[in-house]
């Protein structure tokens, strides 16, 4: 089966830097996903990683480590409107490989404080 | 284009009603999905098309019933729904392998009275 682990909430401050983990198991790994979603709305894409490594993009950088099943997402100098829920989510490929297919966790309430 | 577009935005529905849900995208992506998220909670997965064929259906009640007419378009027909199925139905495209992300459309906010 698929699984995967995130706090549920963390707060930071205002032009903080602040990093939110996620683990996963899972066969077939075909990336890790980081979404951002504001309540009542749609995720929207963050970052894909599916080599181990470190991949940045503005004030966002997320890390991959396949053999740890370990992903983290890093946010820099926050800003109040960071204030979301974070998602990591895992694309795994499904029936011997020909279909791939993506779980998310259950989220980070991330809250930003003055 | 690169979007998922679907509609309608909202939906109210009494438990007798007959609705559907409609996205479409036209990225040339194969594979498209039905995901259910209700409040506080991640989005679940319900359906995944791949060549406009059912291949995944995550154990989803019947009153639920996909359609795939085209490469292009996904509907998710709604019949008899309950109360606790009130929530946001997200819609989401992809190449076969997923490999070049994964886009979501906005979502139909669907209450049920």
């Known amino acids: 089966g698929q699984n995967i682990d995130q706090p549920t909430e963390m707060t930071a401050t205002e032009g903080a830097i602040v990093q939110i983990n996620c683990t996963y198991q899972?066969?077939?790994?075909?990336?890790l996903f980081w979404y951002q979603q504001h309540a009542g709305e749609a995720p929207t894409f963050l970052s894909y990683?599916?080599?181990?490594g470190l991949e940045e993009k503005g004030r966002f950088s997320s890390f991959l480590s396949r053999s740890k099943g370990y992903s983290y997402l890093l946010l820099k100098e926050l800003q109040m409107k960071d204030s979301a829920s974070y998602l990591c989510?895992?694309?795994?490929?499904?029936?011997?490989?020909?279909?791939?297919?993506?779980?998310f966790g259950k989220g980070t309430k991330l809250s930003v404080k003055p | 284009d690169t979007e998922v577009t679907q509609t309608p935005k909202h939906l109210v529905m009494g438990m007798t009603n007959k609705k559907s849900l409609k996205c479409e995208q036209h990225?040339?992506?194969?594979?498209m999905y039905w995901y259910k998220q209700k409040a506080k909670k991640p989005p679940e997965l319900m359906f995944v098309?791949?060549?406009?064929?059912?291949?995944i259906n995550e154990s989803v009640p019947s009153r639920f019933s996909p359609e795939c007419p085209n490469s292009s378009l996904l509907n998710l027909h709604l019949h008899a729904l309950q109360p606790e199925d009130s929530a946001l139905y997200l819609c989401?495209?992809?190449?076969?392998?997923?490999?070049?992300?994964?886009?979501f459309g906005s979502g139909t906010r669907l209450t049920v009275v």
């Open positions: 989401a495209s992809s190449q076969i392998l997923g490999k070049d992300g994964y886009t």
């Open positions: 899972t066969s077939g790994f075909n990336g």
């Open positions: 990683n599916v080599l181990d």
């Open positions: 989510a895992v694309s795994f490929l499904n029936y011997g490989g020909s279909q791939g297919n993506l779980i």
């Open positions: 990225m040339g992506h194969r594979a």
């Open positions: 098309y791949s060549y406009e064929k059912l291949s």
